[in-house]
Every structure is written in structure tokens, then in C-alpha cells.
């Protein structure tokens, strides 16, 4: 402002000036040649500083009303603006003032990437509103008023979308601060792949050391006894060839187990992006099992609609697996002239997904979705006759390695690792699983009831035993409440052979 008025100022004596010598040089004819080069030149000094000021005032203007300083990396290059906005990972640049006004922390400027995952606008907001992690604010303040350049790693929560994420912030330089205003840039960087590779190495390599002992302890046992004592007898020879061979089928299926249940972990905060075909994959899962069933003399049966009708979110492998997983476990345990159910539903609700199918089973609920994500669920139940699990057991059903007590040795022998597989996978589909059971009650004819002074004998009523696990998946959308035609099935022999 005050190079204005110099200018006002100035100009105003150099035009006096200037008239001044074009009256002298009215009256004084022989000076009139030198008072007009002299008048010249002070009217064009006096023009050209005042354009020279006036184009200074009009540049600073500009400057002051441009919204963000686009300085370029190249000439003809983008601006550092447009590089930040490309970067993958979520960079801001946070303003603060007072060390105390934790509120006055505000995001003057936020890439794509951070827009996106802490749902920033595109100017920017306050600090506290997009994360509230304590450490990352605290290293922020470090850099905003201590100068100090840091990182600090924090996890967000979520269900299966659980991240890992590392903080770095560091203090920006600033020309002409007012009011004490300080900058510190902050990036984030997503760690959970890292993360999940290097827990699942260390997991992968703890649970093999421990379920691979016993296995390889009994095979070095029967090749020591086969070597002494055992060596000239075939008859011994033949069992403990036998038994060893079991022993590395199941070593077979153990890392086979758990090299699939790795890779379903490293992806399980992905949720799937294409869609499956639930009832074609009960169908061929059905297929693949009929000559076992058959072999157990169980009978199979679908109750599904047509497959192609109905489309879900999910991964078809994978869902292709948890069937597999769930019909097999049913069969291993479901007794010789019984029947294993599997049923599709669509358009089910939460509540309804939720719901006893017998009110006098034992419920549990294995793994709950998010609320409010998904309004409607596909689900898939599957149903066998066997004895049932006893209510006790029901909460470690899904840890790794867990069998029900009673049911470890004899036919159905397994690594324990097929329904954390079912787990692990719903969760990436952000479904759930529920399991019912009804067990035996171990009452004897002569057990007696006391109620109200009268004594009476229990009725030889046994109940009816089953186990029965629900997997749902959501659903793109509602398919309307018409009923579809059903594809009711039962076979032992290959589902090939049905209509």
C-alpha cells in the first residue's frame, strides 16, 4: 500500500513539473527548443515509472488471489500438485497454529488416495475428523511444532478389514508465516500385505512344527522297528508299511491344509469383486462327493433353485471350497442308511440368517458380518444325521486343529483345519456362519423327575440327532420374493445320472 501512494505522490509533481516548463517556454521564445526536450523528458520519466509500479502492483495481486502456487518439476513438466495427487499412498499436508488447539489441525491438501480411504473433500478438513489414531496426531504435532521428522505405525480395525498402516510426518518450510502458521506433511503407507506375510510365515511355520511332529515320530519309530527287530517279518512288515503310509497321507493333507488356509489369510481383507453361482457350485460340489457317499451308503440331497438364476459376491473357488469343506465334514460323521441335506435360500435377511431352524438345538453363532453393509444374504445350509456335538464344544469348532472330544481316531480321521478354512473365507466374503446342533441325552429308563412332590419316569423318547452349519454370502440385490423353481435331488450314486 504505501508503494501506491508513492506513485499517487509522484505523479502528480512530474505533470506540475512538466506544465510548468511548457508556460515558461510560452514566454521565452529563444529557450524554446531546449524547455520543450527538457518537458519531454520528464512526462516520459514520470509514464514509465508509474507503468513500471502499476505492473509490479497487478503481478502481486494475482499472486495473492491464485488458489495454490503450481510450480512445475519441468518446464514443460506437471506441478508438484498433480504429482502428489498421482501417488498411491495417502499424502496431506496439515496446518496447525497453537500447540493446544488439537481442534485447529486442519488437511490443507490431500491426494486422491487419501480422499479416498479417510473420505476426505477435496478441501481438505480437520485432522481429528479423518483419523483418530493418538499416535499419529502426536507425531504430527511433533512435526508441526517440534520440527521433528517421524514414523509411527497404528492399526485400524474392522471386522476382516483389519490394516496395518505406518505414519510419516515430517515439518515444511514456510516464507512469511502469519499468525504462526506451521506445516508438516503426512504419508501413509498400507503395511497389511507385509504384515500378513510375515504373520503367516511365522504361523505356517509354528503349526507345522507342531502337527508334523507326531506324524514323523511314528514313521521314524516303525522304519527303526523294521530295520531290527521287524526286518524278517512279512506280516509286520505289510502292517507297518500300512500304517506309515497313512501317516504321510496325512502329513499330505496337513501342509496341503495349511498352505491353503496362508493364502486365503493374506487376501482376507480383499473382499471378492466378481460373483459365483452358488447353486452350480452345490451341484458340482455334490458331484464330486456322490461315490463317496456312496460308498458310505449316505444318501445326498440338494434342495436349491436352478443354477444360473441367482448371481452372488463372492470368489467361486473359494465358495466352491467352504461347500466342499462343510459336506465333507457332514459325511465323515453322518451314519450308514442317513442323509446329508444341503439347501440354498436367497433374499435372506440378517435376522432371518440369525434364526433357529429347531428351537430345541444348541445355536452359535462361529462369525457375524457388519451390520448395515449388505441388506440381503444367500445361504447355504448343510445337514446331517450324525450324533450331534455337545453344547460345550461348540465354541472352539473353528480354532485350527480342534476336534470334537470322542471323534479324534476310527474313520474320520482329519487335520482340523477345514472349518477354519470356512471361517476365513466367509469372513473375506463378509458373510457368516452359524452351526446347530442336537446331541443325545444321556438319560437311562430308570431316571426319575421330581416336580411338585410327584415322581415320574422320563419318556423313552430319544431325541433326534443332527449338526447342521449355515454359511450366508451377500447378494448383489434383491431377487424378489416369487418362489424359483427348486431343484429337489436325492442320490447316492453320481449326481450325473439325475434330472
Known amino acids: 500500500m504505501e508503494k501506491r501512494q508513492s506513485v499517487w505522490k509522484f505523479v502528480p509533481v512530474g505533470t506540475v513539473i512538466g506544465c510548468a516548463i511548457l508556460v515558461v517556454m510560452a514566454f521565452l ?25 502499476l505492473g509490479d502492483a497487478e503481478e502481486k495481486i494475482r499472486a495473492l488471489k491464485a488458489p495454490e502456487k503450481q510450480n512445475k518439476v519441468q518446464p514443460l ?64 504435532d511433533e512435526a508441526l511444532f517440534g520440527g521433528i521428522t517421524g514414523s509411527v505405525d497404528f492399526e485400524t480395525s474392522g471386522g476382516a478389514r483389519d490394516q496395518f498402516w505406518r505414519a510419516y510426518s515430517a515439518p515444511l518450510p514456510m ?14 503407507r498400507d503395511e497389511t ?46 502292517r507297518f508299511l500300512t500304517i506309515m503310509g497313512a501317516q504321510a497321507d496325512r502329513m499330505g493333507r496337513l501342509i496341503a491344509d495349511l ?18 453361482d452358488l447353486a452350480l457350485a452345490v451341484r458340482d460340489v455334490v458331484d464330486s462327493l456322490s461315490v463317496l457317499a456312496q460308498q458310505k451308503g449316505v444318501r445326498l440331497r440338494i434342495d436349491a433353485p436352478r443354477p444360473g438364476l441367482f448371481p452372488i459376491i463372492g470368489d467361486r473357488d473359494q465358495i466352491l471350497q467352504v461347500v466342499q469343506n462343510l459336506t465333507d465334514n457332514a459325511l465323515k460323521y453322518a451314519p450308514q442308511d442317513s442323509e446329508v441335506s444341503i439347501t440354498v435360500c436367497f433374499d435372506v435377511t440378517l435376522p432371518q440368517a440369525m434364526s433357529l431352524s429347531d428351537k430345541q438345538a444348541a445355536k452359535l453363532v462361529l462369525l457375524r458380518p457388519d451390520r448395515n ?18 453344547r460345550e464344544f461348540l465354541p472352539r469348532l473353528a480354532e485350527r486343529f480342534y476336534r470334537v472330544e470322542g471323534q479324534k481316531s476310527g474313520d474320520k480321521l482329519g487335520t482340523g483345519l477345514g472349518l477354519a478354512i470356512v471361517k476365513h473365507i466367509i469372513n473375506r466374503h463378509r458373510g457368516g456362519l452359524v452351526v446347530e446342533s442336537q446331541g443325545a441325552i444321556s438319560a437311562k429308563e430308570d431316571d426319575i423327575l421330581e416336580r411338585d412332590g410327584n415322581v415320574a419316569s422320563l419318556p ?36 450325473k445320472d439325475a434330472g
Open 29 to 53: 521564445p529563444p529557450m524554446h527548443l531546449l524547455t520543450i526536450i527538457v518537458a519531454l523528458v520528464v512526462i516520459g520519466y514520470t509514464a514509465i515509472r508509474y507503468l513500471s509500479l
Open 77 to 140: 513438466g506437471p506441478s508438484f500438485q498433480e504429482v502428489l495427487r498421482a501417488v498411491p499412498d495417502p499424502v496431506m499436508i496439515v496446518s496447525g497454529h497453537e500447540p493446544d488447539d488439537i481442534a485447529a489441525r486442519r488437511v490443507i491438501f490431500a491426494n486422491d488416495a487419501a480422499q479416498t480411504v479417510f473420505h476426505l473433500r477435496p478441501d481438505g478438513g480437520p485432522l481429528v475428523g479423518a483419523i483418530r489414531v493418538p499416535e499419529v496426531l502426536e507425531n504430527v
Open 175 to 188: 516464507e512469511h508465516a502469519a499468525d504462526g502458521q506451521r506445516l508438516a506433511l503426512l504419508v501413509i
Open 193 to 238: 500385505d507385509a504384515r500378513r506375510m510375515e504373520r503367516m510365515r511365522a504361523d505356517f511355520l509354528a503349526n507345522a512344527s507342531h502337527e508334523l511332529r507326531t506324524p514323523l515320530a511314528s514313521i521314524t519309530g516303525f522304519i527303526e522297528t523294521l530295520r531290527g527287530p521287524a526286518r524278517d517279518d512279512d506280516q509286520a512288515r505289510d
Open 259 to 276: 498352505l491353503s488356509l496362508s493364502r486365503i489369510e493374506m487376501s482376507e481383507h480383499v473382499p471378492p469383486s466378481g460373483e459365483a
Open 373 to 390: 453393509v449388505h441388506e440381503y444374504y444367500a445361504r447355504v445350509t448343510v445337514r446331517d444325521e450324525g450324533p450331534g456335538i455337545k
Open 460 to 495: 423313552p423318547v430319544p431325541p433326534q440327532t443332527f449338526t447342521a452349519f449355515s454359511a450366508y454370502f451377500p447378494q448383489t440385490r434383491a431377487f424378489g420374493s416369487v418362489e424359483p423353481p427348486r431343484l429337489v435331488t436325492r442320490a447316492a450314486a453320481p449326481m
